[in-house]
């Protein structure tokens, strides 16, 4: 689980061209939209893409977004449920 | 309708020259390449980079030329905002389209397509200044800026603005210059360069000291015939209460392309057989958007009330000490022409 | 404003109908052109969509042009409806050298580049001028069929467009700079832009229900429309008869975001306010409100918001008309300036199809009625917002001097 979180750390910073950030300033439990890293809604939209891109998993409710991405750790747990690639 | 007299009142580029900076009017860099990009400042001193991640070149160089502008000149909201701009947010617009042929319509980026409707330099500008006055976007190939010109200069003659914040935007990736350049728009033996362009000036009602020069007249028209132009430009003048000797000198896209340069000079030579030819796509390469900085170069020029030598076209021998009035020509494929006149204050 | 100004043409082509009577029996009928896909050839062939009922063939034949592969399917309609209203308008031939063609695309020929797209690399210079044909390409290509303007411009707002290209059309007459104008748009589906709406995950799987409280997102249609604006001098003088009035319009930026509108509708609020201030109206002056209306919960909320900050508690009788088009991007402006300018002359109104369920706080729309009691409609007002928040709204009004 550990890499899983340390991949995605590497991953949201490059999809989301986040430059002057560090995986180490990603702290995994902290929120990823509205505070924490203070992502958007188009960002929702690149994270839905990633994760169908690197782990085959297809969100087709944009709404559940918030959820599934509320941190690192969160989406990580979700990945390894759910990835088929 | 009673004309109002109308000025530039500021003007910033970004492009194959020093940014943001008139140091092309003493030292200009000089290329050999066919493709040039622009030199482009460090985004970093004018946008956080929170908000610029998404955001590609043109983007960034429009807001930081726009940005810039609007500190010169004290404006935080400028009453309207209206840009020209032919090919858009290209970068971002290849790489979807690339991305979707390839990955046979899967897994796309949204930021990408949100980027690739030519209006999002535009908005982005009103969006970064929270600007709610009129806001437009045009994209005409090589008329996109004048045509921008053209509605700024509506938008102060009706009065629904006081201030417009006009610009000319376009970007230039390899894979498109390779298209370009085999259908014979650039890239082609002894032409200048493609480049890109960025640039933003603040158009103004109120006269004051610091005006870099008065927008006399603007006006387009498609497939004239000799005789039109010479209606269109005598009116221009009339309208502008301006003598034809006021002209000074004109100014030519010529760019070492045979058609494209026989055909300003059939022009300028029916035109205004007499005064110095001008030429400025040497200094800035050649895009469709590129008449945006040739603007802004005549108002330098008209600003500092001097040419250098290497703007003269050296087919004409004539030279000017003092410049009162500059009409800029711009032509599309030889059917659609832009005239700009500029005036000293 | 000062000087009237005069709409003398008009033409329009969509899924509803290639022209406007088939237009008119479409929208009396409550007949829509959502349809599975049928000329548009994606992955995504589930999506619902509004496409003109011509393949790119059928629409060379019927203009009597030779098959073309750089002809586009943009140009294609943009000629069609720009042909019915030079004809209404009784322009042809020499007179269009004192008219001037203000159109508007975002796609313009992408449906032609993305089709040869994968060869693009070894291509020869005749796809690489189908590649890099762009929006001000396009509105030559409309244009040429027909003659030489006075001069060409193209605007792209994205789904604001249309409506600018008409508002730009006005100015030049105020300015007068300009006695004829024609402006409109034109825009074919293509892949692009529908696999980037469906990144955006805001279409429906479903036929769009504006205004519902379960709406789902928008369908994605296609289409052209064009209407000829003039002062009432040069009307007069040509002899041409006022089909109705652009008394108003108006032009805002939400300043949000790229691709959401403000919860309160600033820039909406502003566009419209703006059209009736210049037409010289009160809200309650308007009769019917043809409104943006995508069917996003997005939009259709903000849209709500800003209407009910125009009108308070006295909201004229509202309806989208995307619900039977589908949402024609850059065409959407002049598509739905058409259909309230048949409306306003054949005393309807245009229904909001799909609808049953109200949103909270939400409008109730004009559903559909066969044979329902004309409508007296004085003053009509039709929004487009563009990506961007680039907002517009204009109102049309009865000529006076109508029979």
């Known amino acids: 689980m550990e890499e899983l979180v340390e991949e995605l750390k590497k991953a949201i910073i490059e999809t989301l061209n986040l430059e002057d950030i560090t995986p180490e300033d990603i702290d995994a439990d902290a929120p990823l939209f509205g505070s924490g890293l203070g992502l958007d809604s188009i960002d929702a939209l690149e994270l839905i893409v990633l994760i169908e891109k690197r782990y085959g998993i297809k969100l087709k409710d944009p709404s559940k977004s918030r959820e599934v991405f509320k941190s690192v750790n969160v989406m990580a747990q979700f990945i390894a449920e759910n990835r088929t690639k | ?345 | 404003m000062t000087e009237p100004i005069l709409v003398t043409g008009a033409g329009i082509v969509s899924a509803i109908g290639i022209g406007k009577e088939e237009t008119l029996a479409s929208l009396l009928a409550g007949r829509t052109g959502i349809r599975p896909m049928k000329y548009l050839h994606s992955c995504h062939s589930e999506l619902p969509v509004g496409e003109v009922q011509l393949s790119n063939e059928e629409m060379m034949r019927r203009m009597g042009v030779d098959a073309d592969p750089g002809l586009t399917r943009t140009a294609l309609m943009g000629r069609i409806a720009l042909g019915e209203a030079l004809e209404q308008a009784g322009l042809e031939g020499k007179a269009l050298r004192k008219v001037h063609l203000i159109s508007a695309t975002t796609v313009g020929g992408m449906d032609r580049r993305e089709a040869f797209h994968a060869q693009e690399k070894s291509c020869d210079r005749q796809h690489a001028m189908i590649a890099v044909h762009n929006c001000g390409d396009s509105t030559e290509m409309i244009a040429r069929h027909f003659g030489e303007f006075a001069s060409l411009s193209t605007v792209s707002t994205a789904c604001s467009s249309a409506t600018n290209a008409i508002i730009t059309g006005a100015n030049m007459l105020r300015c007068g700079l300009a006695d004829v104008v024609v402006c409109g748009g034109s825009e074919s589906l293509s892949l692009f832009h529908l696999n980037g709406f469906n990144t955006l995950m805001i279409l429906d799987q479903q036929p769009c229900r504006p205004f519902d409280r379960d709406r789902a997102g928008l369908n994605l249609g296609e289409g052209a429309a064009y209407i000829v604006l003039e002062t009432a001098a040069s009307a007069s003088r040509r002899g041409a008869r006022p089909l109705c009035r652009l008394s108003g319009y108006g032009n805002a930026c939400d300043a949000f975001h790229q691709t959401a509108s403000s919860d309160n509708g600033e820039g909406a609020f502003r566009a419209m306010d703006e059209a009736l201030r210049m037409a010289g109206l009160k809200p309650a002056d308007i009769q019917y409100v043809n409104a943006h209306g995508t069917g996003t919960p997005n939009n259709d909320e903000s849209e709500t918001h800003a209407l009910r900050r125009v009108f308070g508690s006295e909201l004229p009788p509202v309806s989208s008309t995307k619900s039977f088009t589908g949402h024609t991007t850059s065409a959407s402006g002049s598509i739905e300036a058409v259909i309230c300018m048949l409306a306003m002359q054949h005393r309807f109104l245009p229904a909001n199809m799909n609808w049953t369920t109200p949103m909270d706080n939400g409008i109730t729309p004009v559903t559909y009625v066969p044979d329902a009691a004309p409508a007296e409609l004085t003053h009509v007002l039709s929004n487009a917002f563009g990506f961007g928040g680039n907002d517009s709204a204009l109102i049309l009004s009865k000529c006076d001097c109508q029979p």
């Open chain 2, 1 to 345: 309708m009673n004309r109002k007299k109308i000025y530039i009142q500021a003007a910033e580029q970004i492009s194959m020259q020093q940014p943001l900076s008139e140091e092309w009017m003493t030292a200009p860099a000089a290329y050999e390449e066919p493709l040039v990009k622009a030199v482009n400042p460090v985004f970093r001193d004018y946008l956080p980079a929170n908000e610029a991640r998404r955001m590609g070149n043109i983007m960034k160089r429009a807001l930081v030329t726009a940005l810039k502008v609007l500190a010169d000149t004290g404006t935080e909201h400028p009453d309207a905002i209206v840009t020209g701009t032919s090919l858009g947010c290209l970068d971002y617009t290849e790489r979807f389209l690339d991305a979707m042929v390839e990955n046979g319509e899967q897994t796309l980026s949204p930021t990408f397509f949100m980027q690739s409707t030519h209006n999002t330099v535009g908005s982005a500008l009103g969006i970064y200044t929270k600007t709610h006055g009129y806001n437009v976007t045009y994209s005409h190939g090589c008329v996109s800026f004048e045509l921008s010109l053209l509605d700024a200069w509506m938008q102060l003659q009706t009065g629904n603005a006081q201030t417009t914040l006009v610009g000319g935007h376009d970007e230039m990736v390899e894979s498109y210059f390779d298209l370009l350049r085999k259908t014979g728009y650039v890239g082609q033996p002894g032409m200048v360069p493609c480049s890109e362009v960025a640039m933003s000036m603040l158009l103004t009602t109120g006269s004051g000291k610091d005006r870099l020069c008065e927008l006399a007249g603007i006006r387009l028209c498609n497939s004239p015939t000799m005789t039109d132009i010479q209606a269109l430009t005598d009116e221009m003048l009339a309208e502008a209460g301006m003598e034809r000797a006021a002209v000074s000198a004109v100014m030519t896209g010529i760019n070492g392309h045979p058609d494209n340069d026989q055909c300003y000079r059939e022009v300028a030579d029916a035109l205004f057989p007499d005064v110095p030819l001008l030429r400025y796509k040497h200094l800035f390469g050649e895009n469709h958007t590129v008449s945006a900085l040739g603007t802004y170069a005549a108002a330098q020029l008209l600003k500092q009330n001097s040419i250098p030598t290497f703007m003269y076209d050296e087919r004409r021998p004539q030279r000017c000490d003092s410049l009162s009035g500059l009409l800029l020509i711009n032509q599309m494929k030889g059917r659609e022409y832009a005239f700009t006149l500029l005036r000293r204050p």
